[in-house]
């Protein structure tokens, strides 16, 4: 599992680290059933405090990505279909509402905006 800790990043750690094992597991990196390496083992090698990465671990199992098991380690958790689709649409609604500040600046109208997306969609399918 690779994660990078930027710590010039507004986030605070055990957010960048939360995010980064969320994105591998809706991605599909991370498959239901692999086992994520120890609280310990992951704190020691982004030298970081265990405190740090047990909070990233907890919110982790809070939102349902992954689940521990108690003397045998944390596992990334069966998906539910529609907690990924959530997470998706809030990442499109993002983008949606960084493009419409985008449009505003330069003055494009929203169906501009539709017709680029259509002509994206049809290069999709040549």
Request: net charge negative; hydrophobic share 35%.
């Amino acid at each position: 599992m690779n994660i990078q800790i930027n710590n010039s990043s507004d986030d605070p750690i055990y957010l960048q680290i939360k995010n980064q094992i969320k994105a591998q597991i809706i991605s599909g990196k991370l498959k239901p059933g692999d086992k994520l390496p120890s609280i310990r083992f992951l704190a020691k090698e982004l030298r970081i405090s265990m405190i740090t990465t047990k909070r990233a671990f907890d919110e982790l199992q809070l939102d349902g990505f992954i689940n521990s098991v108690q003397g045998k380690g944390n596992f990334v958790s069966s998906q539910n279909k529609e907690l990924i689709r959530e997470e998706y649409l809030k990442k499109i609604e993002e983008k949606i509402t960084e493009l419409k500040e985008l449009s505003e600046i330069t003055d494009i109208s929203i169906d501009e905006l539709i017709q680029m997306m259509k002509n994206i969609g049809e290069e999709n399918y040549e």
